[in-house]
């Protein structure tokens, strides 16, 4: 990969990793402030009245979903700059093939070429 390439591609990941990271700072308040108002056993007491709750609480499990991803979302963004340091980014980590810069552009934190992917997901890998 051209140096140029390299360098557009880890500037697009850290600018999403700074943006990643904000929003999963505020989903996380949003949860800890879910945990300190109802705490663990007023939550179980609540689900005795799941009308009154229950917007409340598909809110507070959309929020976890969501940081969940976000969290996962981010390792990835994390794990494709550090591939940028050791100089295998690019690379498919199944094969060693490089990924075509078009992928590349639509999901820079891929670790799989197109090829193996479809195979990771077809459970061929
Ligand atoms: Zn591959």
Known sequence: ?????????????????????????KH???????D???GLET?????NHMADQGSDEFQYETTIKFANTEGRYLYNIEEALRRIED??????QA???NIALPR?????????????KEKEEAGKL
């Open 1 to 25: 990969m051209r140096k140029t390439d390299l360098q557009r591609f880890r500037k697009m990941l850290l600018e999403e990793k700074e943006r990643v990271s904000q929003s999963l700072a």
């Open 28 to 34: 996380e308040k949003i949860i800890k402030h879910a």
């Open 36 to 38: 300190d108002e109802s």
């Open 43 to 47: 939550g179980k007491a609540h689900s």
């Open 87 to 92: 100089g295998t980014y690019g690379k498919c």
């Open 95 to 97: 094969c060693g093939k």
């Open 104 to 116: 590349l552009r639509r999901l820079p934190y891929t670790r799989l070429c197109i090829e193996c």
